[in-house]
T-cell receptor, first 110, second 114 residues
């Protein structure tokens, strides 16, 4: 990818609420879009990924949607729990390097 | 199965020194990538190795170098350290043919340059 914009930079929700994080990319060649979760003191962990030939993918409480026309993709977390608190990174990849967004700090209050 | 192991966990160096960081990938993973993470720039790609060959390199100066051994373990070296090199250095391994996919990250080496 070339450039990935991620919003919001911080997100506070109550336990049980839904959380949505949005990313916009610029590289038309991008065809792979992963999401990583980074907890304090740890490296990023892949939580879900999607390819450009798929519009939506779901894994339990986590889902990702992709709009290729608008060049944006989103992470949706339902029924949030305190252990979901972390920094979340989106990324995109085409034919070269993986480009990460700046991250979203998600805080889930009990 | 053991995860990606990075050593050392913390490192303090002074300007002008050099440093070597080590990474052991998940068993069976032949691709190893290195990233630099800072609060200002976020996660930035340094380089990637596969079967002892560097396949891709990010936009970093030549002071940053790396290598991979026949057992897939990798090292990265930073020479003539600058204050701006202070960062968390992350290693990631992948089983995929496309080295950008399904990365498994280690916990990183926190480098402080004084």
């Amino acid at each position: 990818g070339e450039n990935v914009e991620q919003h919001p930079s911080t997100l506070s929700v109550q336990e049980g609420d839904s959380a949505v994080i949005k990313c916009t990319y610029s590289d038309s060649a991008s065809n792979y879009f992963p999401w990583y979760k980074q907890e304090l003191g740890k490296g990023p962990q892949l939580i879900i990924d999607i390819r450009s030939n798929v519009g939506e993918k779901k894994d339990q409480r986590i889902a990702v949607t992709l709009n290729k026309t608008a060049k944006h993709f989103s992470l949706h977390i339902t029924e949030t729990q305190p252990e979901d608190s972390a920094v979340y990174f989106c990324a995109d990849s085409g034919y070269s390097t993986l480009t990460f967004g700046k991250g979203t700090m998600l805080l889930v209050s009990p | 199965k053991a995860g990606v192991t990075q050593t050392p966990r913390y490192l303090i160096k002074t300007r002008g020194q050099q440093v070597t960081l080590s990474c052991s990938p998940i068993s069976g993973h032949r691709s190893v990538s290195w990233y630099q993470q800072t609060p200002g720039q976020g996660l930035q790609f340094l380089f990637e190795y596969f079967s002892e060959t560097q396949r891709n390199k990010g936009n970093f100066p030549g002071r940053f170098s790396g290598r991979q051994f026949s057992n897939s373990r990798s090292e990265m070296n930073v020479s003539t350290l600058e204050l701006g090199d202070s960062a968390l250095y992350l290693c990631a391994s992948s089983l995929e043919q496309n080295y950008n996919e399904k990365l498994f990250f280690g916990s990183g080496t926190q480098l402080s340059v004084l």
